[in-house]
């Protein structure tokens, strides 16, 4: 467990202040350059984690991102080391800490690391027990806190069930990496330099021009003075008339503070279940995000029996930039999505307000997350998440990988996360998969799987009969009614 001492608190409550009163995008930096050593300034998006991070000590494990790379195929594990030792030194990201100095949150880089790497064999266990206790390793290890003070902040643990049959499973903190970087940049990387360093040849890799450095300094050059103003404004009217929090479930089950217990429910939606949908949005010219962003809205109306409320996403700042698009970083800042949404709409009518409400919201979602709550107006509840606790999100696709390499970010869970219910998928050539995770002293079991249950239905439903009603396409799916909202009921 991380304890924060006196200094480190006030160091927080300092670069809180900042970010409230708008100062900390406003400085003035230095324009792109490359190859920095030392101390350099973190990204707002860091810095917002950061103060995430400083508040929770006590549940480190929130912040840990974790994947798995399947191996089918012989192991050389002194290749394999050599292999995540160059990814270390072609991505400076990865081997810093964090510390505060005058205030301030700085990015402490080291020139050379070690990628910590854990083996384990399970070759001599009967062959029933492998499976179970892989995944028991990969868990323990994601439950492992990671120290922002000290690093490393990155950190792998191999696993060999058989001669042919290895899984690495690689746990990061969050303000290292996102999506792009585990799902795409590390497996093609890392498998590349693995197949290349196995036939004794050189890095087939072009040298990185940029650093995550350069991004952080471009990002303050840029997000100032007109471009600051134009999305806090942007905020301000998107939530001129605040939505309420969306009341549900309605069991009584939520505690009174956030406890940040987690859960995974995997799921999939198979390219049958997809394929009206598909069809009828891309012809509508609407994003696959946006159509499964309405279906889950219908579901939440549903099940709240409310017509306005707001929903989580992550924006990915920064990527559209080609200078940062192959570096493994931290390029999220979350937004809310307000929905507002009524039986007599249409799917298609709903669909369209989604594209336009992210649209606007990823445009404008380069503002630290905690100063765009403070323009619209937000005050913070103690021990809750503002604005919204159930997110969305659409990750990158997986990359292709060579023969005997393949990627999951489904079978390793921390226990921790950071909202109540947050729905993640990914798209593949065959179908979407996903997996809710969901605090479980709030919802049950029982509930998350109905909900999926109920989602993939909707599917189906909405490309079916994307011009009917919302409340007839309810009907239709014959989706299952909750218990009925306790009006008098506040949070």
């Known amino acids: 467990m991380l304890k924060e001492t006196t200094v480190q608190s006030d160091a927080r409550r300092i670069l809180l202040d900042k970010y409230l009163r708008g100062e900390v995008g406003r400085e003035t930096s230095p324009r792109l350059r490359t190859r920095r050593k030392g101390t350099v300034r973190a990204s707002l998006s860091q810095e917002q984690l950061w103060l995430h991070s400083e508040e929770y000590a006590a ?23 050599q292999s995540l030792r160059e990814v270390l030194r072609r991505h400076e990201l990865w081997r810093t800490s964090f510390e505060i100095k005058e205030g301030q949150l700085y990015q402490v880089v080291e020139e050379a690391a070690e990628f910590p790497l854990t083996v384990v064999d ?66 093609t990387e890392l498998a590349s330099l693995y197949d290349s360093f196995l036939a004794g040849k050189p890095s087939p ?22 471009a600051l103003q134009t999305q806090l404004d942007y905020w301000r009217g998107r939530f001129a008339v605040p939505s309420a ?15 940040h217990r987690a859960k995974i429910e995997p799921f999939a939606l198979s390219r049958e279940a997809l394929g009206e949908l598909q069809t009828m949005r891309k012809k509508a010219g609407i994003s696959l995000f946006a159509s499964l962003v309405a279906v889950f809205a219908v579901l939440l109306h549903h099940y709240s029996r409310q017509n306005d409320f707001v929903l989580g996403t992550l924006a990915p700042s920064g990527r559209h930039r080609t200078e940062f698009q192959n570096l ?39 503002v630290p997350f905690e100063q765009a709550v403070q323009a619209i107006g937000k005050q913070p509840v103690p021990g809750r998440y503002p604005l919204f606790r159930v ?60 909900l999926l249950d109920d989602f993939r239905k ?34």
């Open 59 to 81: 549940i480190p494990e929130m912040y840990t991102e974790s994947i798995t790379i399947y191996r089918t195929a012989p192991l050389d594990l002194n290749v394999l080391q």
């Open 122 to 187: 399970l070759r001599g266990c009967p062959a029933g027990e492998r499976e179970r206790k892989a995944t028991q390793i990969g868990n323990a290890q994601a439950q492992h806190p990671f120290n922002l003070h000290h690093g490393p902040l990155v950190r792998a643990t191999i696993v060999s069930l058989g001669d042919q049959q290895h899984r690495l499973y690689i746990d990061m903190h969050q303000i290292i990496t996102d999506g792009i970087s585990a799902f795409q940049v590390l497996p």
């Open 205 to 226: 890799l072009p040298e990185l021009t940029w650093q995550f450095a350069d991004y952080a300094a471009w990002q303050r050059e840029w997000l100032r003075d007109a």
């Open 245 to 259: 929090p969306l009341h549900w479930p309605h069991d009584g089950t939520r505690p009174p503070l956030e406890t």
């Open 328 to 366: 493994l970083g931290y390029f999220m800042n979350p937004v809310p999505l307000q929905v507002q949404i009524s039986g007599q709409q249409t799917f298609r009518e709903l669909m369209t307000q989604a594209q336009e409400t992210i649209s606007g919201a990823i445009s404008h979602g380069d």
């Open 391 to 450: 997110g969305i999100s659409l990750a990158p696709a997986v990359a292709p990988l060579p023969p005997g390499w393949d990627m999951t970010s489904l079978d390793v869970e921390s226990g921790a996360g950071r909202w109540g219910l947050y729905m993640v998928m990914w798209e593949s050539r065959e179908h979407v998969k996903g997996r809710a995770q969901f605090n479980p002293d709030v919802f049950t079991e029982t509930t998350i799987v109905a």
């Open 458 to 491: 909707l599917v189906e439903i909405s490309g079916a009969k994307p011009d009917h009603r919302i409340s007839d396409l309810l009907t239709a799916a014959n989706i299952h009614t909750p218990k009925k909202p306790d009006e008098e009921r506040s949070e």
